[in-house]
């Protein structure tokens, strides 16, 4: 039986000081938002505000208005582009009739449709559950009328039945669980360790796992809409010339991204706390990539990663004309200090310079040695070509004398081999 799709009305309510032309596409991605998560939008409303309204976010009359364009349309829900107090959204549910929700729950419930692994959708129920427990009573009265729909579904829903000491020692309990989580991840990290590591960051619907799945050959989920991936992925891309990363594919941001689901993902996000270079992915097509861009170093700041390695990648080249990407490519120059590469996931051709920077990076890292070990030590000439770049070897009477460039955390453990003696060469 099919789902009723709820009809949807959306309201925007910017400080008046911000770009009217970034208000407006503020509210349509609120739209692609609503699409994301099942909901049609049947009207949309606007207000520019100098300070919210301590009753109603917008203003009394326009609240009124907002009534009036609900019955018109026959909506069953609202959602504000801003985050509303629990005691504005019960206002505003009281005078309208019909469920409110801002952005942020908005979002929690499109995680809790998207979340596939048992990490991710332990992140999510906990985010869920942080976020809901102060608007427990608003949330009440939604399930003693309705069944389902936007905002009362997913990995948290059956908890909102609940009372307040029941979610507490539930929220408890997924901490817990989460602090295991990250413990079996930093082991993960460690049997990662003396490989190069990247991680690709960047604004929902950028493009990382059509990057990623392009530079790896691999079968990784791809859909044109926010938030289609949310489950980390890993995968061993291979550069050419005996050089390979690890990259690491993380959930996507977005503006306003809800500060409890940043905190949930923590331990995720940790892969790019541990990576060797940030990948900051851009959507060179979007009108506001400007805008994206600065939501992704702000949110990066948050997490302690704003003076990380950085390489600017923008992705969706394709979709500019050679004059639209030779003015990208100038404003670029004149806002980054980071190096860019542009590039299109479609066009497997347009990846070698990223390839290439990647390389660069590598053998910045890597030491030029001379190892000399004795021939029957098998196993460690066996690492030596598997982990570093050979430029050349000689073979004497019982030893073997290879030049090779290597990650530097490796030579601590080569030179505690038995019979192994490890010189460092310009």
Same mark, same amino acid.
């Given at each position: 039986?099919?789902?009723?799709?709820?009809?949807?009305?959306?309201?925007?309510?910017?400080?008046?000081?911000?770009?009217?032309?970034?208000?407006?596409?503020?509210?349509?991605?609120?739209?692609?938002?609503?699409?994301?998560?099942?909901?049609?939008?049947?009207?949309?409303?606007?207000?520019?505000?100098?300070?919210?309204?301590?009753?109603?976010?917008?203003?009394?009359?326009?609240?009124?208005? +907002?009534?009036?364009?609900?019955?018109?349309?026959?909506?069953?829900?609202?959602?504000?582009?801003?985050?509303?107090?629990?005691?504005?959204?019960?206002?505003?549910?009281?005078?309208?009739?019909?469920?409110?929700?801002?952005?942020?729950?908005?979002?929690?419930?499109?995680?809790?449709?998207?979340?596939?692994?048992?990490?991710?959708?332990?992140?999510?129920?906990?985010?869920?559950?942080?976020?809901?427990?102060?608007?427990?009573?608003?949330?009440?009265?939604?399930?003693?009328?309705?069944?389902?729909?936007?905002?009362?579904?997913?990995?948290?829903?059956?908890?909102?039945?609940?009372?307040?000491?029941?979610? =507490?020692?539930?929220?408890?309990?997924?901490?817990?669980?989460?602090?295991?989580?990250?413990?079996?991840?930093?082991?993960?990290?460690?049997?990662?360790?003396?490989?190069?590591?990247?991680?690709?960051?960047?604004?929902?619907?950028?493009?990382?796992?059509?990057?990623?799945?392009?530079?790896? =050959?691999?079968?990784?989920?791809?859909?044109?809409?926010?938030?289609?991936? +949310?489950?980390?992925?890993?995968?061993?891309?291979?550069?050419?010339?005996?050089?390979?990363?690890?990259?690491?594919?993380?959930?996507?941001?977005?503006?306003?991204?809800?500060?409890?689901?940043?905190?949930?993902?923590?331990?995720?996000?940790?892969?790019?706390?541990?990576?060797?270079?940030?990948?900051?992915?851009?959507?060179?097509?979007?009108?506001?990539?400007?805008?994206?861009?600065?939501?992704?170093?702000?949110?990066?700041?948050?997490?302690?990663?704003?003076?990380?390695?950085?390489?600017?990648?923008?992705?969706?080249?394709?979709?500019?004309?050679?004059?639209?990407?030779?003015?990208?490519?100038?404003?670029?120059?004149? +806002?980054?200090?980071?190096?860019?590469?542009?590039?299109?996931?479609?066009?497997?051709?347009?990846?070698?310079?990223?390839?290439?920077?990647?390389?660069?990076?590598?053998?910045?890292?890597?030491?030029?040695?001379?190892?000399?070990?004795?021939?029957?030590?098998?196993?460690?000439?066996?690492?030596?070509?598997?982990?570093?770049?050979?430029?050349?070897?000689?073979?004497?009477?019982?030893?073997?004398?290879?030049?090779?460039?290597?990650?530097?955390?490796?030579?601590?453990?080569?030179?505690?081999?038995?019979?192994?003696?490890?010189?460092?060469?310009?």
């Amino acid at each position: 039986m099919r789902t009723p799709v709820d009809k949807v009305v959306l309201v925007g309510a910017p400080e008046r000081d911000l770009d009217p032309r970034l208000a407006d596409e503020h509210l349509e991605e609120l739209g692609r938002l609503t699409d994301t998560a099942g909901g049609s939008v049947v009207g949309k409303l606007r207000q520019r505000l100098l300070h919210p309204h301590p009753r109603f976010y917008i203003g009394e009359g326009k609240a009124e208005e +907002l009534k009036g364009l609900v019955d018109a349309r026959g909506a069953d829900l609202v959602v504000f582009d801003e985050e509303l107090s629990p005691a504005q959204g019960k206002n505003l549910e009281d005078l309208l009739g019909v469920r409110v929700m801002d952005r942020s729950e908005l979002i929690l419930d499109i995680f809790a449709t998207r979340a596939r692994s048992r990490e991710a959708r332990m992140q999510v129920e906990l985010a869920q559950l942080e976020y809901l427990l102060p608007r427990l009573r608003r949330m009440w009265s939604h399930l003693s009328r309705i069944r389902g729909g936007i905002g009362l579904r997913g990995p948290g829903e059956t908890q909102l039945e609940t009372d307040r000491r029941l979610i =507490g020692t539930r929220i408890s309990d997924l901490k817990e669980k989460m602090g295991e989580v990250a413990k079996a991840r930093e082991q993960q990290r460690k049997s990662r360790r003396g490989r190069f590591r990247a991680a690709l960051v960047g604004y929902t619907n950028a493009g990382k796992s059509s990057l990623l799945r392009a530079l790896s =050959g691999s079968e990784l989920f791809v859909e044109d809409r926010l938030f289609a991936t +949310l489950d980390s992925a890993t995968r061993t891309v291979d550069l050419g010339s005996g050089y390979a990363a690890l990259i690491t594919d993380t959930v996507g941001f977005i503006r306003k991204l809800p500060h409890h689901l940043v905190a949930s993902f923590r331990s995720t996000l940790e892969e790019a706390r541990e990576a060797d270079i940030l990948m900051h992915v851009i959507d060179a097509s979007h009108p506001d990539w400007e805008e994206q861009r600065q939501v992704v170093r702000e949110v990066l700041h948050d997490l302690g990663l704003a003076d990380s390695e950085r390489l600017m990648v923008f992705n969706k080249v394709d979709r500019l004309t050679h004059a639209e990407e030779q003015a990208l490519r100038e404003r670029v120059r004149s +806002l980054e200090s980071s190096p860019s590469v542009f590039v299109s996931a479609l066009q497997k051709e347009s990846l070698g310079s990223l390839r290439e920077t990647l390389k660069a990076r590598i053998r910045a890292r890597l030491a030029c040695v001379v190892v000399r070990l004795p021939a029957w030590d098998g196993e460690t000439l066996a690492r030596l070509y598997r982990e570093g770049e050979v430029l050349g070897r000689a073979d004497e009477d019982g030893a073997v004398e290879v030049t090779v460039r290597l990650p530097r955390a490796l030579l601590r453990g080569l030179n505690e081999r038995p019979g192994t003696n490890v010189r460092e060469v310009a």
